[in-house]
Each structure stands twice: as structure tokens, then as C-alpha cells.
């Protein structure tokens, strides 16, 4: 059973920051990719950013120049260093995991909210 703990949400004024981590533990076969994504309230949920295991990263334009997305290989752990945030950065934001076999996991969510 592989289970992803998030922490680090919570609420920031705008221009604040927040860092969210996610360590994966379980019968997980290796991983491929960890990453970030957040839902919006009525909104689909979107990549944020995620980073492969040779530390190759991408980011929702969005982002780009503001969120920085980090991960520890021998802690299965990845983290989401978010600075400058906006209240429009307000969301769910979810910890996803793909493994070697392709199988993905998420976690349960963490509540972000920016506002004054």
C-alpha cells in the first residue's frame, strides 16, 4: 500500500510564501516522477510542476520564476518551495507519484489560500 503525506499548506498573505512537501513510503516500485498539482474551486486539477528521477523539472506557465519544485531520492520526498504567491495561487494542491510500472498515486491534498 503506498500512502503520499503532504504538509505545509496553509494560509499566507499575497506575496507571502509556503513549502509543501510529500514523502511517499509503501510498495512502491521506484520512482519515475513525483510532482505538484493543484485544483481550483469548479476547476479541473492541473500541473503545478513535477520533476523526473534524472531531476529534469517542468512548470505551469503560471509559475514559472516563482515556485521551485525539489526532490530527495533517498527520502522519497518532494517538495514545493512557493514564493510570491498570489491570491489566484489559491487552491487544493496534490502530491502525485508515477512508478516505474506507470502506476500513479496521489495524495490527499493540502489547502493553500493567499489572501490579505
Known amino acids: 500500500q503506498v500512502q503520499l503525506v503532504e504538509s505545509g499548506g496553509g494560509l499566507v498573505q499575497p506575496g507571502g510564501s509556503l513549502r509543501l512537501s510529500c514523502v511517499a513510503s509503501?510498495?512502491?516500485?521506484?520512482?519515475?516522477?513525483m510532482g505538484w498539482y493543484r485544483q481550483l474551486p469548479g476547476k479541473q486539477r492541473d500541473m503545478v510542476a513535477v520533476?523526473?528521477?534524472?531531476?529534469?523539472?517542468n512548470y505551469a506557465d503560471s509559475v514559472k520564476g516563482r515556485f521551485t519544485i525539489s526532490r530527495d531520492n533517498a527520502k522519497n520526498t518532494v517538495n514545493l518551495q512557493m514564493n510570491s504567491l498570489k491570491s489566484d495561487d489559491t487552491a487544493v494542491y496534490y502530491c502525485?507519484?508515477?512508478?516505474?510500472?506507470?502506476?500513479?498515486?496521489w495524495g490527499q491534498g493540502t489547502q493553500v489560500t493567499v489572501s490579505s
Open positions: 520533476i523526473n528521477n534524472g531531476g529534469i523539472t
Open positions: 509503501g510498495s512502491i516500485f521506484g520512482i519515475r516522477v
Open positions: 502525485k507519484v508515477v512508478d516505474w510500472g506507470r502506476r500513479e498515486y
